[in-house]
Each structure stands twice: as C-alpha cells, then as structure tokens.
Nanobody, 117 residues
Framework: VQLVESGGGLVQPGGSLRLSCAAS????????MNWYRQAPGKERELVAR????????NYADSVKGRFTISRDNAKNTVYLQMNSLKAEDTAVYYC???????????WGQGTQVTVSS
C-alpha cells in the first residue's frame, strides 16, 4: 500500500497550490479519502474528506470556501485545491485512506506547505 503526496511548496499569502495523492496497492474506489494537516506544535487536524464515489465532501470550517477536495478513481488520485492561502495554512499535509467497514486506515508521508511572504 502506498499513498504518495505531491504539490507542496512555498507560496505567498493569497496564492494557490494543488496537492495530489497517488494511491496504489488497494482498491482506491472503495475508500473514503481525507486530507489532514499538522502544524508545528499542534495536533493533526482533518481538513477535507470525500466519499468513495466522490458524491459527498466535508471541510473544516477554517478552509471552507477556499479549499476543494476531488478525486479521480480512474487515476487512483485524490486532490486538494487550495486557494487564498493564509499563513495559518502552513503545515505538513497528509493524505489518508479509510475503509469504513474494514477499518483499514492508510497514510502518506506528508508534503510541506509553507505560506509566507
């Protein structure tokens, strides 16, 4: 099982980034997918989630209206489009796959997002 995040980097406040998470080793289309983040000295928090078929999404209040989660089950990839980035969005962003019946829970290695002028 592998989840490989990409797309992180340094961006100025107000800028945009798109994170990608490529999955392999499991049946991607059967899993709900989540993006979490962890800032220095803080607990990991859920940013966005999308159901296995992509029909439902949820967001943390802090990112609503700015971030969009999507998935392409044909490419086994989940995305996080981040717009209007703020300094407080600086964190390591993690991709997570969760099967709500089997209880399987997989994590990527994380990608750093830094918002700074």
């Amino acid at each position: 099982v592998q989840l490989v995040e990409s797309g992180g980097g340094l961006v100025q406040p107000g800028g945009s980034l798109r994170l990608s998470c490529a999955a392999s080793g499991f049946t991607f289309s059967n899993y709900n997918m989540n993006w979490y983040r962890q800032a220095p000295g803080k607990e990991r928090e859920l940013v966005a989630r999308i159901t296995s078929g992509g029909g439902s999404t949820n967001y943390a209040d802090s990112v609503k209206g700015r971030f969009t989660i999507s998935r392409d089950n044909a490419k086994n990839t989940v995305y996080l489009q981040m717009n209007s980035l703020k300094a407080e969005d600086t964190a390591v962003y993690y991709c997570n796959a969760f099967h709500r019946f089997l209880g399987n829970n997989y994590w990527g290695q994380g990608t750093q997002v830094t918002v700074s002028s």
